[in-house]
């Protein structure tokens, strides 16, 4: 029970300690707030509407005028001029003042009465993927949409009944349904995967501002330091992935006591890892450009933006050394799409077996470097 | 003060900043070498250029040669693989959930037998959106199967509805869209996204590297003083201890660029003589703001960690993967101050766009705009340290 409370009272201490030094409270509190506002600002619009494009219309007949007004009532286009010609387009495209452009080639009504089919073309602006993906869904959507009732028109009128028409036009209807981030949103998306980068890079960084090249804490303070860390984090892990949401409108469904499950012993490899640089690495400023410098890089490791399956095998297995690879995705399972323990099963054990293991690494520098330094001390 | 007064400061500077860095190996280190291998590893994540293969379940109630011909369809598209046959959903949803698979095909029961009623039976994708990318491909690939399934089947009932042939497939498309990326025409993201973080890595370290160096002054007792008094000038200590960072930073990023348009045979189709100024220009921009920095933190570490704040969101401002003009006036005007945004936009117009010059010049004012503004202020700051601090300290180093 003395124990207890002592170990508490080194606990208290270690804190202190951590908002004493204005560096590490500016990078383990203040920091942290400030990438709260900061990061998601260019992604709270969430979904990209009204790409402007601009429309040629050879034509300019009945058909092709009301297909452009589909075109452009569409909620991820907006038609933002007419073109005469493929320069003018081309000239606007250049300056950003479109992103795709349609064109319905003269003869276009003359096709489509005279049964034959009448071809369109869309451009998309191929160095923007969610631009262009845009662009072509609502251009072959209403495409789809025109032909089928210009098809179902001329079959009725051979004499073919309705429900004959639709089910020879159309025999099996295809649906897609987006389960989780059903609006597809882009904070939704990237949002909640960056802050357990963050926290992880701001978490090992501020281990290394406080501890890089200093006097490790021996002891029952040896002990009570990691606890003091890992008791703030899970403060940090319950404010990124609870109240931002909230905050930003993310959807999330998860139960956070499934959440804790892995976010307990991701922060446990955090603390470890960033003992084991800063043993590592003695120079503080060392420490701080290295993490900061990797953040990109193990972002493009985690299957956010690039699927893991895409990821050359040797380079996943050897990023799994470092807890987010494998954190990121489980995080987002259980807070984004309700996934079970069983289903993060495997990446709680990892970040358990990471756990153990930069604990054990950490130890094994301090004990290598400490004897001469005892010396010294005499 | 001479010209050649002025020609020895700057030069002081340099030979001092030179040895500085060879006597720090862990510095040179993250110079040159540490960028080197990130490009190199970040190369080999995006070396597919397009995701392949992505796992996807499917869901056959009805188990028909049909339904099987669908199945083999959807395994056929280079997109998607199916990874998984379940014989229910809630077990697909799990392998959903367990990020098995990006998504789920469902065939309904007796989809052979309503096909043949003329009960347009419906074929279900659900999609992982929460993994936006890799869930999109994996849900236009499955769905544009299924379209081509549907229009297979619609060419045979249309034929046995008595329309001839050649006429039954001019109808399945009444409309047909040409689509055509502008530029990427196989929409590789070795272009648009490895092309993008290799100057975003770059930034980084371009700027810690002005940041530790200016913070060895700034933040040294008596440091700035010992500066001016070896340099004379703000305007030869700021050249003189940027110039070995400028060479090298520039060095670094050739080679990323050479690994980018020699290795990978991304497309260039600009004019090499603009891309390279720009690419100085950046260069620059990115050091004059890292030593701004440097002057007002308080400390090395804290001149790191407010740099951090501004770089390391960076790429998400610069509109590489959610476009600019979709962001609000403030996401766009913090962006707009950091030089990443302007130096990737004319390195996509000269890169992938090959746009003519005229277009890319508004962007490369800009950027040197944004270089002219930094410098400014560093050299005012510089000029006020010095004033502060006058010559108290008679050292040599």
């Not at chain 2, 299924?146 to 089947?153: D, I, P």
Request: proline share 6%.
């Amino acid at each position: 029970m003395i124990s207890l409370r002592l170990f508490l009272s080194e606990v208290t201490a270690a804190l202190r300690t951590l908002l004493g030094d204005p560096n590490a409270r500016m990078t383990m509190i203040a920091g942290i707030l400030i990438y709260s506002v900061l990061y998601p600002q260019p992604f709270v619009g969430e979904v990209v509407r009204d790409v402007p494009i601009v429309a040629i219309d050879q034509d300019n007949s009945a058909a092709s005028r009301s297909f452009l007004r589909r075109i452009d009532a569409s909620d991820q286009v907006e038609i933002v001029s007419a073109m005469p010609n493929m320069d003018a387009a081309r000239d606007a495209f250049f300056r950003r003042e479109a992103y795709g452009i349609v064109i319905i080639p003269a003869g276009f009504e003359k096709d489509i009465l005279a049964q034959v089919p009448a071809p369109i073309a869309a451009f998309g602006d191929g160095s923007y993927l969610l631009v262009y993906s845009n662009i072509m869904e609502a251009v072959t959507t209403v495409a789809r949409a025109v032909g089928a009732e210009v098809n179902f028109e001329r079959l009725t009128a051979t004499g073919m009944d309705d429900v004959q028409a639709r089910a020879s036009l159309s025999p099996v209807s295809v649906t897609n349904i987006k389960v989780f981030n059903p609006q597809g949103g882009y904070a939704s998306y990237v949002v909640p995967a960056s802050f357990v980068l963050i926290l992880q890079q701001t978490l090992m960084m501020g281990i290394g501002l406080l501890h890089a090249g200093r006097r490790m804490p021996t002891g029952l303070r040896m002990w009570a330091t990691p606890v003091a860390y890992i008791g703030l984090y899970v403060v940090w892990v319950a404010f990124t992935q609870l109240l931002l949401p909230l905050f930003y409108g993310i959807p999330r469904t998860g139960d956070f006591s499934t959440l804790l499950l892995v976010a307990l012993p991701f922060i446990c490899a955090c603390t470890a890892m960033g003992f084991a640089i800063a043993l590592l690495i003695p120079w503080r400023e060392g420490v701080v450009f290295f993490l900061v410098v990797m953040g990109l890089p193990l972002f493009f490791l985690s299957g956010i933006a690039w699927p893991i399956e895409s990821i050359p095998q040797h380079l996943h297995i050897l990023s799994l050394l470092v807890p987010s690879s494998s954190a990121i995705s489980a995080f987002v399972a259980v807070n984004q799409m309700g996934a079970s323990p069983q289903d993060i099963a495997g990446t709680v054990q990892l970040q358990i077996i990471l756990a153990i293991g930069y604990t054990a690494l950490a130890v094994a520098i301090y004990q290598l470097s400490s004897p001469p330094r005892q010396q010294a001390g005499k | 003060m001479t010209a050649r007064a002025s020609l020895f400061g700057f030069r002081h500077i340099l030979g001092r900043e030179l040895r500085q860095i060879a006597a720090r190996p862990a510095l040179a280190f993250m110079l040159a070498p540490m960028p080197l291998i990130i490009f190199i590893a970040l190369a080999a994540v995006f070396a597919p250029g397009l995701p392949r293969d992505l796992p996807v379940a499917v869901v056959d109630l009805d188990g028909s040669t049909l339904s099987r011909q669908v199945v083999r369809m959807v395994d056929g598209a280079s997109d998607v693989a199916v990874a998984r046959q379940v014989p229910s959903l809630a077990q697909a949803r799990q392998a959903l959930v367990a990020h098995e698979v990006y998504a789920i095909l469902m065939i309904p029961p007796q989809m052979e037998r309503n096909l043949q009623l003329g009960q347009s039976p419906e074929i279900v994708i659900f999609s992982n959106n929460q993994f936006l990318a890799a869930g999109g491909t994996a849900a236009r690939s499955m769905l544009t199967t299924a379209l081509t399934f549907s229009a297979g089947v619609s060419l045979r009932l249309l034929e046995s509805n008595g329309v001839g042939p050649d006429r039954a497939a001019e109808l399945i498309t009444p409309i047909p869209v040409q689509q055509s990326p502008l530029f990427n025409p196989s929409l590789d993201y070795i272009q648009f996204l490895l092309s993008a973080i290799i100057p975003t890595v770059m930034q980084i370290f371009i700027c810690a590297a002005a940041v530790l160096s200016f913070s060895r002054e700034r933040h040294s007792a008596g440091g700035i003083a010992r500066l001016m008094h070896l340099s004379k000038t703000p305007a030869q200590a700021i050249l003189g201890k940027l110039l070995p960072y400028t060479v090298l930073g520039t060095l670094v990023l050739l080679l990323g660029d050479v690994l980018l348009f020699i290795f990978f045979g991304a497309d260039f189709r600009g004019n090499v003589a603009v891309f390279f100024l720009n690419g100085l220009l950046f260069i620059l921009a990115c050091q004059m703001l890292g030593a701004c920095v440097a002057m007002i933190a308080r400390d090395t570490t804290g001149a790191l960690g407010m740099m951090a704040v501004i770089v390391a969101p960076a790429f998400g401002f610069a509109g590489v993967s959610f476009p600019r003009f979709g962001m609000s006036d403030f996401a766009q005007a913090w962006g707009s101050i950091i030089p990443l945004t302007p130096y990737l936009q004319l390195r996509t117009d000269q890169t992938l766009r090959g746009a003519p010059l005229e277009y890319s010049l508004p962007a490369m004012l800009w950027l040197f705009a944004l270089l002219v503004a930094f410098t400014a202020l560093l050299w005012a700051m510089i000029y006020r340290a010095s004033r502060r601090a006058p010559q108290t300290v008679g050292v040599n180093t």
